[in-house]
């Protein structure tokens, strides 16, 4: 596999043009969608693109579920907790080809708790702008489990089963800017 055709430098991310979105069973016969409206992060290109790095960080209270009543719960102690921990933070350690594409493997902090997730990377390419910069475009998946992170609040229901699942899946659609040098 030959590695991607994009520029060594530092990349920052362009949230009017991303999105970091997730999904999660509900009462196990639907998904419900959400996604953070306030992010940003670094994507550090090496010559080597396999060497590259990213480090992002969200604002867990802009999460959007499309529903007022639970983006307040998520925010609260019983989930996310933002007022004792703000921010949701990724910092990649590695980059390796898989197919024709990649996994980025890095450490995900929620509420205070790292642990190393594995995301599924496609490179879309890269293409000038009309302002005359350069923009890269990436999509990424991945899933990790909420109760390794110690958010497990959930209600059970009549008969068996709970009302939140625990694997959440993450998708990320990410539309980076070359830095001027």
């Not at 419900?32 to 090496?46: N, P, R």
Request: charged residues 25%; without cysteine.
């Amino acid at each position: 596999m030959s590695t991607p055709e994009i520029p060594a430098g530092t990349w920052t991310i362009d949230p009017s043009h991303s999105e970091v979105g997730f999904s999660v069973r509900h009462l196990a016969v639907s998904k419900v969608k959400g996604q953070f409206q306030t992010f940003e992060g670094t994507l550090t290109i090496a010559e080597d693109p396999l060497r590259s790095s990213v480090e992002a960080s969200i604002d867990l209270s802009s999460i959007n579920t499309r529903d007022e009543a639970r983006d307040n719960h998520l925010r609260s102690g019983d989930f996310f907790n933002v007022e004792a921990s703000p921010k949701m933070t990724f910092r990649s350690t590695s980059v390796s080809p898989d197919g024709g594409d990649y996994k980025l493997t890095g450490e995900l902090t929620i509420k205070d708790v790292t642990r190393i997730v594995e995301l599924d990377l496609e490179f879309n390419g890269t293409s000038p702008d009309p302002w005359g910069g350069t923009r890269s475009g990436f999509s990424a998946t991945g899933e990790i489990n909420r109760k390794d992170f110690g958010i497990d609040f959930n209600i059970p229901l009549d008969g068996g089963g709970v009302v939140i699942g625990d694997k959440i899946k993450l998708f990320l659609e990410v539309e980076a800017v070359l830095q001027a040098a």
